[in-house]
């Protein structure tokens, strides 16, 4: 079933879809609010509460597309995100992030830990924006039009923006190989 027959479903008063919906989705988006906030309490409080939001605007909500239900949920954690930090008026660490993230994901398997350190090294020299996209599109495997949903950017940008910042992880893995070589 897709997502709009599930929306409709629900609409229809049929609360078992509201329970399809959210073990499709529930996964990915504490992925995705855990990598941002680094702390599984808040994470946890934010993911419910993106539900709850969801669920109260469901009356009102026109799916344009079948991926018009993730970007929406991404869009809504996004923002829960934003306000957290907001209101906490904190910085995002990024090491602490990553060191909390490599704990709950990769603790097993020592290579990983270490090229993940290689991807952390490199997100520290990217602008916050261009982070956020490139971490939609490759680790949360997005659409550039979900990404362009949930950033506001247009769809070409999105991609300007993805391709920009792969084409300086090759040239900086290529300086990488050649400063070897020396």
């Known amino acids: 079933m897709t ?3 599930l929306i409709e479903e629900y609409k229809s008063w ?17 992925k995705v609010v855990f990598f941002k906030v680094s702390s599984r309490e808040v994470a946890e409080d934010i993911v ?12 009102n909500f ?3 597309s ?3 239900l993730k970007s ?29 993230w490599v704990e709950e994901y990769f603790w097993e398997n020592l290579d990983n830990k270490e090229k993940l350190k290689e991807v952390v090294d490199f997100l520290k020299t990217i602008k916050e924006e261009q982070r ?17 949903e949930i950033t506001g ?6 991609k300007k923006i993805v391709s920009r910042v792969l084409q300086n992880v090759n040239a900086n893995l290529a300086m990488m190989i050649i400063l070897m070589m020396i």
């Open 3 to 5: 997502d709009i027959q």
């Open 48 to 59: 419910s509460e993106a539900f709850i939001k969801w669920l109260n605007s469901l009356e």
């Open 153 to 158: 950017h247009s769809v070409s940008n999105c």
């Open 72 to 100: 929406w949920l991404y869009t809504i954690s996004y923002n829960l995100v934003k306000d957290y930090y907001r209101t906490k008026k904190e910085e995002i660490d990024i090491d602490e992030v990553f060191n909390l």
């Open 132 to 148: 956020e996209i490139l971490i939609m599109r490759i680790w949360n495997d997005l659409s550039y039009k979900e990404i362009s």
């Open 66 to 68: 079948e991926s018009s």
């Open 62 to 64: 026109v799916p344009k």
């Open 14 to 30: 049929d609360t078992s879809a509201f329970g399809t919906i959210y073990e499709k989705y529930i996964d990915q988006i504490y």
